[in-house]
């Protein structure tokens, strides 16, 4: 059994419109979210073996941000993949990581990551800026991992909504 943690990056700024895409950072709003996102993943115990994220600077932010807050000391990979990715080319990504990672997190971008996430556990669900979604899959080896129902079941999902205090 694997388990994949979905993160999409936080909230970005469009506050300078010199920028590329792929420039964009994070805005404070998203700063704090991913924070938040960090002790959420601290408080509750939650490990990963690998974090691989899209080099974007919203996600490298992103990812960065919550690893620090989450306290986690694993490797954190950038893979250019990730970035504008659809279904097909985020499954290439996951089906190449070793086997001995047993829990990874992925930081990427939506829309790929609504698909992936509807194509691994045949559910339809929107991942706003900064959601967090564990999906076990019930494979041995990512190298089986394969879109269709069946494959992923959700186990939970958290929003920075959720999170945030009243």
Not at 17 to 46: C, H, M, T, W
Not at 76 to 92: E, P, Q, S, T
Not at 111 to 122: D, M
Not at 134 to 163: D, H, N, Y
């Amino acid at each position: 059994m694997k388990t994949l943690l979905l993160l999409r990056h936080a909230k970005s700024s469009n506050d300078d419109p010199s920028l590329k895409d792929f420039e964009r950072p994070l805005n404070e709003r998203g700063r704090k979210d991913a924070q938040l996102v960090g002790e959420y993943i601290r408080k509750r115990k939650i490990n990963a073996d690998l974090v691989i994220s899209s080099p974007a600077e919203r996600a490298r932010q992103t990812a960065e941000l919550v690893l620090k807050s989450a306290g986690l000391k694993v490797e954190l990979r950038f893979d250019k993949r990730i970035y504008d990715a659809g279904v097909r080319r985020l499954l290439n990504v996951i089906s190449q990581i070793e086997d001995d990672a047993n829990a990874v997190v992925l930081v990427g971008h939506n829309p790929g990551f609504e698909e992936l996430f509807e194509a691994l556990t045949g559910e339809g669900h929107d991942l706003p800026t900064a959601s967090l979604a564990c999906i076990e899959l019930s494979v041995e080896k990512w190298s089986k991992v394969r879109a269709g129902a069946g494959v992923g079941q959700l186990k939970w999902l958290v929003t920075p909504k959720e999170l945030r205090p009243s």
